[in-house]
């Protein structure tokens, strides 16, 4: 059974910082892209990062690009997300995914990813 569990999530101030860890289980990690997304209240949820299956390649959203990054541990099966400067427009609930259909390659759509963790609540006041 497939699991990806995130973690790191909390209540953070404007300005401040927090590091993601999405946990994989179930499957085999380094054949697998990874994905963060974040949802908003009443929005759609978004493509925030990617990372392809070695770390060579990866992608941001406009809106995180120079604040954020991903990474990942092969070793730990373990994909990260650090979150800086972060801002209130930052709040969401922040899904990891997992793409095994073409780990070498990142991807914005939601649709590639065939995992997807529970998510993990952020929260920045201002």
């Known amino acids: 059974q497939v699991q990806l569990v995130e973690s790191g999530g909390g209540l953070v101030q404007a300005g401040g910082s927090l590091r993601l860890s999405c946990a994989a289980s179930?499957?085999?990690?380094?054949?697998?892209?990874m994905g963060w997304f974040r949802q908003a209240p009443g929005k759609e949820r978004q493509f925030v990062a990617a990372?392809?299956?070695?770390?060579?390649?990866?992608k941001y959203a406009d809106s995180v690009k120079g604040r954020f990054t991903i990474s990942r541990d092969n070793v730990k099966n373990t994909a990260y997300l650090q979150m800086n400067s972060l801002k209130p427009d930052d709040t969401a609930v922040y899904y990891c995914?997992?793409?095994?259909?073409?780990?070498?390659?990142?991807?914005?759509?939601?649709?590639?990813?065939?995992?997807w963790g529970q998510g993990t609540q952020v929260t920045v006041s201002s």
């Open positions: 995914a997992a793409n095994s259909r073409s780990p070498d390659e990142v991807y914005y759509s939601s649709t590639f990813y065939e995992y």
């Open positions: 990372i392809n299956w070695d770390g060579g390649v990866s």
């Open positions: 179930g499957l085999t990690f380094r054949r697998h892209a």
